[in-house]
């Protein structure tokens, strides 16, 4: 079955202690991305990468980072979370970004 | 200015209705226009995709753009309940290699 796998489903942390959210998509795209959703300010691109090794920022980048070492997983990385980072986060794949987007079924995470 | 625009809502009307959602945008290279659906916690998925201007038909969905205005448009007809969720439009362009989120509107459909 085609799909995007992100792990963990929910997460609550303490401020300052790094964490990984991963992410893992079977359809062999190129393109990966990740997003956070707010209300009232959707969904907001966070990095992106169009294929092995090539990552660059969306419109969000401040304290989170990311990885692209294999074709099917893209990391997502938050070094020192803090509680403004609290969100649902949401990984997606596709083989560009005019093309459709599968996205992972999300992060809730919540930063104390 | 945002990018793309579009009313949160809540949109609530009756079973049947005809629905009408919209986005406006600002950036003339936006080319590929898309929809996504996201149903209570899920993630979105595409409903729509169109390719510059024109309309779209699939079953009781169409989607519509037009360039000149910088506006697109879904219609969903015969409402049901099970189109209760929220509506995303999605664009992108060949001058970019983001996809362009609006914020979303939450639809209810009740019976």
């Given amino acids: ?112 | 200015q945002k990018e793309v625009e579009q009313d949160p809502g809540p949109l609530s009307v009756p079973e049947g209705a005809i629905v009408s959602l919209n986005c406006t945008y600002s950036n003339s290279a936006f080319q590929y226009f898309m929809w996504y659906r996201q149903y209570s916690r899920k993630g979105p998925e595409l409903l729509m995709y169109t390719y510059s201007s024109g309309n779209k038909e699939d079953g009781r969905f169409t989607a519509q753009v037009d360039k000149s205005s910088k506006y697109i448009s879904l219609f969903i007809r015969d409402s049901q309940p099970s189109d209760s969720a929220t509506y995303l439009c999605a664009m992108t362009g060949s001058n970019t290699d983001k996809l362009i989120f609006g914020t979303g509107t939450r639809l209810q459909v009740f019976p």
């Avoid at chain 1, 969306?58 to 893209?74: I, L, M, Q, T, W």
């Avoid at chain 1, 938050?78 to 987007?101: D, I, K, R, V």
Wanted: aromatic share 12%; hydrophobic share 30%; charged share 20%.
């Fill in chain 1, 1 to 112: 079955e085609a799909q995007v796998t992100q792990n963990p489903r929910y997460l609550i942390t303490v401020t300052g202690k790094k964490l990984t959210v991963t992410c893992s998509q079977n359809m062999n795209h190129e393109y990966m991305s990740w997003y956070r959703q707010d209300p009232g300010l959707g969904l907001r691109q966070i990095y992106y990468s169009m294929n092995v090794e090539v990552t660059d920022k969306g419109d969000v980048p401040e304290g989170y980072k990311v990885s692209r070492k294999e074709k099917r997983n893209f990391p997502l990385i938050l070094e020192s979370p803090s509680p403004n980072q609290t969100s649902l986060y949401f990984c997606a794949s596709s083989f560009g970004p005019n093309t459709e987007a599968f996205f992972g079924q999300g992060t809730r995470l919540t930063v104390v």
